[in-house]
């Protein structure tokens, strides 16, 4: 009897250390691998909140557990919620319960158009797409900053890194951005760029959009800039295939044909002298940093590389260009790109 006894004991020893390794392991250990963000909306259920902060939790269990015993489910405050490498399930509870850190880094980077600027946007602050894409459009904020298209607003939007509110409503964030935009054209240097460049901010930008779309070797942008600089400054049409795509509406196209060329449109660039009436989209930070520190050259011309490598062959004469497009093209031909 007593050593049924002391087997029972001992078994109940090895259960009971057992639930309290699981219980320190699940609830006290650390939950958080790497230090992220999540940004949760009025609009979302519970459910769909804790989704996204579980997906980040190594004990997504435990998380429900403790969530339910401190009642976690009668409401979450919308914001930007930071947790940090090393917090434990009980810590990341806590913070949805007392309150979100409602200051986010937004980050933005290069957009074909402002639907994808607006999506993009969105997944960071409260704030969703239709609303910012509505503020992109505005006719108040367009006359406020002397716009006439959202395509034109593209211009005072550079990539970078900016601390706000997670709450900030759309139109305070472009005002903003069109702060730190006329900030950063103020500066003596980018004064300095501009005057050697011949152009204005929002032209500097519309050639930026035609480079980052022209090349994505950011070693050779500078080069490309400075083509466009010298047609420009001699009357000689851009020519810029990225401008045909954006007036056929299709990025996806592979082989510019004279049938693209013959678009009637104010950014067909093969009919039209000068730059497009707006950028062809939002630029990323070394397109615009290799317009205004174009390369001076003598290059009117340059065409794709027949290794398809993703750079340029430059030349100075039609000859030399005629040259270098044939070789291009019979790599097309050979790779049956249409």
Not at 75 to 97: C, N, Q, W
Not at 232 to 258: C, E, N, S
Request: some cysteine; charged content about 25%; glycine content about 4%.
């Amino acid at each position: 009897m007593k050593r049924k006894i002391v087997v029972i004991l001992l078994v109940a020893i090895v259960i009971a250390s057992s639930i309290g390794i699981w219980g320190y392991t699940m609830f006290l250990r650390p939950a958080v691998e790497d230090r992220f963000i999540v940004v949760l909306r009025a609009d979302e259920s519970y459910e769909e909140m804790t989704a996204k902060v579980k997906s980040s939790l190594a004990y997504p269990f435990a998380f429900d557990l403790y969530a339910k015993r401190i009642n976690l489910d009668r409401g979450i405050e919308p914001g930007s919620y930071t947790f940090d490498e090393g917090m434990t399930v009980i810590e990341v509870a806590r913070r949805l319960k007392f309150g979100c850190d409602n200051a986010v880094r937004l980050t933005i980077n290069n957009a074909r158009t402002p639907e994808i600027l607006a999506g993009k946007i969105s997944r960071q602050i409260e704030a969703d797409s239709v609303a910012l894409l509505s503020a992109l459009r505005s006719k108040e904020l367009m006359e406020e900053f002397g716009f006439e298209s959202a395509e034109a607003m593209f211009s005072i939007f550079l990539p970078n890194t900016y601390e706000v509110y997670a709450d900030i409503s759309p139109e305070a964030l472009v005002r903003r951005l069109k702060r730190e935009s006329d900030n950063y054209w103020s500066k003596a240097e980018r004064v300095t760029q501009l005057k050697r460049l011949g152009l204005t901010p929002y032209e500097a930008m519309t050639l930026a959009s035609i480079v980052h779309e022209e090349t994505t070797a950011k070693e050779e942008m500078a080069r490309v800039a400075g083509v466009y600089v010298n047609r420009l400054k001699i009357g000689m049409p851009l020519q810029a295939d990225p401008t045909l795509k954006y007036a056929a509406g299709d990025f996806t196209i592979k082989r510019v044909l004279d049938r693209h060329k013959e678009i009637e449109s104010p950014y067909n660039t093969y009919k039209y002298l000068g730059l497009p009436p707006t950028p062809i989209a939002m630029p990323d930070m070394a397109a615009i940093e290799g317009v205004l520190n174009f390369e001076e050259h003598d290059y009117l011309y340059f065409c794709a590389r027949a290794e398809m490598d993703g750079r340029h062959n430059f030349s100075r004469t039609l000859k030399e260009h005629n040259a270098n497009a044939a070789a291009y093209h019979r790599t097309l031909d050979r790779l049956k790109i249409k």
